[in-house]
């Protein structure tokens, strides 16, 4: 029998990036490119997997930037639905995918399928409960409940609660169209570049703006702590990769929490609780990899 391969997207909003292969140290072809048109960035990823061994591809996974349709009963399943990104609103991922490469394709949001792949191969491995939270463009979270991604309702939205702000410390009013002051308004990379003036990136290690930053993370782990008792918080994205950054998370959170939650892992082993993805900026596509992995058997 052939060998099987499997096609991973992770559809970012600033970039998608497509793989051919079956985990971290079997990437056969892999492609990125930025996130344009609807049109044409499906275009370039059908293009993608038609060009390499599409004989021996069983299935491609999708992590997406949303929110995202994930109710197959629905009509708009497989959807990109009430983005904020222009053009992309109401976008069939899902259907044009299928109908172009006749091919089963997994479908979830872009953190969620990063949580996956961390569970199979990376920092969540050991895990029953975990959440992973990504920092960057935006802020969002998926989370994994008895070996199993959350969806619900929807889908989980952890960029959008609402940490406490004190407008004498910071009187930033927060750049989220819907909500000015949610964690994403207030801590996603943009919102520093618009509150500091200055990108994220360019801001020394002792600035102001890290002690902030970590206190608004601070508040958003703690509260995953009190509402799902994971395991372990895996933080990714471009903002975490300030070397400063999770000591100054992993303390505010402990702050935040003031002894109220008593484990080892979260009083005196912080490190070993919030931890930095062990698939590195890999974790979106490898685990739509996964994700495919799981469509080509029915899931």
Partial sequence: ??????????????????????????????????????????????????????????????????????????????????????????????????????????????????????????????????????????????????????????????????????????????ICPYHGDCLEGLACGPAMKARWQTPAEQLPPDHPAWELEADYLGQAMATLLCMLSPERIIIGGGVMSQPQMFPLVRKATQRWLNGYLQHPRILDNPAELIVPPGLGARAGVLGAIALAMAAAEGY
């Fill in 1 to 174: 029998m052939a060998e099987r391969l499997y096609g991973g997207i992770e559809a970012g909003g600033t970039k998608w990036v497509c793989a051919i292969g079956t985990g971290p140290d079997d990437i056969r072809a892999e492609i990125l490119f930025p996130t344009t048109t609807p049109t044409e960035t499906l275009g370039q990823a059908i293009a993608f997997f038609r060009a390499h061994q599409p004989a021996q591809l069983a299935a491609i996974g999708v992590g997406s930037f949303g929110p995202v349709d994930l109710n197959r009963a629905s009509p708009s399943y497989g959807f990109i639905t009430t983005t904020p990104k222009p053009g992309w609103s109401n976008t069939d991922v899902v259907g044009a995918l299928t109908q172009a490469l006749g091919r089963p394709v997994g479908f979830d949001t872009d953190v969620n399928v990063a949580l996956l792949g961390e569970w199979r191969w990376g920092a969540a491995r050991d895990c029953d409960v975990a959440v992973y939270i990504t920092v960057g463009t935006g802020i969002g979270g998926g989370a994994m409940v008895g070996g199993r991604l959350v969806h619900g309702l929807i889908h989980p939205e952890m960029g959008h609660i609402h940490p406490v702000r004190d407008p004498a410390r910071d009187p930033f009013p927060g």
